[in-house]
T-cell receptor, first 113, second 116 residues
Framework: DAGITQSPRHKVTETGTPVTLRCHQT?????MYWYRQDPGHGLRLIHY???????DKGEVSDGYSVSRSKTEDFLLTLESATSSQTSVYFC????????????FGPGTRLLVL | AQKITQTQPGMFVQEKEAVTLDCTYD???????LFWYKQPSSGEMIFLIY??????QNATEGRYSLNFQKARKSANLVISASQLGDSAMYFC?????????????FGTGTRLTIIP
């Protein structure tokens, strides 16, 4: 258990509304990630963070922003949700081991109507 | 660019038999890591096993082993003595090593069903 929680776990929202997903970790990991999972695509990286206020884009970052004001929290914001952002969102941390294994949170299921 | 290919969308295996899940990869990174994750129907992503590109031996973790053939760019997961609880989606993933290589590239997964 990597001590990762995500909130909310499920959310239904309407097109055009802002949405913020939260990832919280308790073990002081430096690296945190947001992925989305869609059928036929596996998981794809949206954004990641390598420290407080240090973030970078992944391969599917359009329409998303992130913030990390403290080590334990990494927020993902959809400024104006679209139906194409209906997905399952996973947060991950990178373990400080030689393999640099990424461990995932339980996921947030988001439906944009 | 990195690419992971999992060519088996679904597999059915009799309980207690061994099963091999295929994974081939492509990368230009000289150093990389290969990972397998399990996703049961409950939805969480569970790390199973890791293989480094320079590791001399195939990785093993309990009933899981990784058949790593670097020249063929394959990293197949072998589950010995399958159990009903092994029914799940299995994802192969890779990541280049070194600064800036943060993305895990995933395959599309294989759905494994264990038959009693």
């Amino acid at each position: 258990d990597a001590g990762i929680t995500q909130s909310p776990r499920h959310k239904v929202t309407e097109t055009g509304t802002p949405v913020t997903l939260r990832c919280h970790q308790t073990e002081n990991h430096r690296y945190m990630y947001w992925y989305r999972q869609d059928p036929g695509h596996g998981l794809r990286l949206i954004h990641y963070s390598y420290g407080v206020k240090d973030t970078d884009k992944g391969e599917v970052s359009d329409g998303y922003s992130v913030s990390r004001s403290k080590t334990e929290d990494f927020l993902l914001t959809l400024e104006s949700a679209t139906s194409s952002q209906t997905s399952v969102y996973f947060c991950a941390i990178r373990e400080n081991n030689p393999q640099e294994t990424q461990y995932f949170g339980p996921g947030t299921r988001l439906l944009v109507l | 660019a990195q690419k992971i290919t999992q060519t088996q969308p679904g597999m059915f295996v009799q309980e207690k038999e061994a099963v091999t899940l295929d994974c081939t990869y492509d990368t230009s990174d000289p150093s990389y890591g290969l990972f397998w994750y399990k996703q049961p129907s409950s939805g969480e992503m569970i790390f199973l096993i890791y293989q480094g590109s320079y590791d001399q031996q195939n990785a093993t973790e309990g009933r899981y082993s990784l058949n790593f053939q670097k020249a063929r760019k394959s990293a197949n997961l072998v589950i010995s003595a399958s159990q009903l609880g092994d029914s799940a989606m299995y994802f192969c993933a890779m990541r280049g090593r070194g600064f800036g290589n943060e993305k895990l590239t995933f395959g599309t997964g294989t759905r494994l069903t264990i038959i009693p």
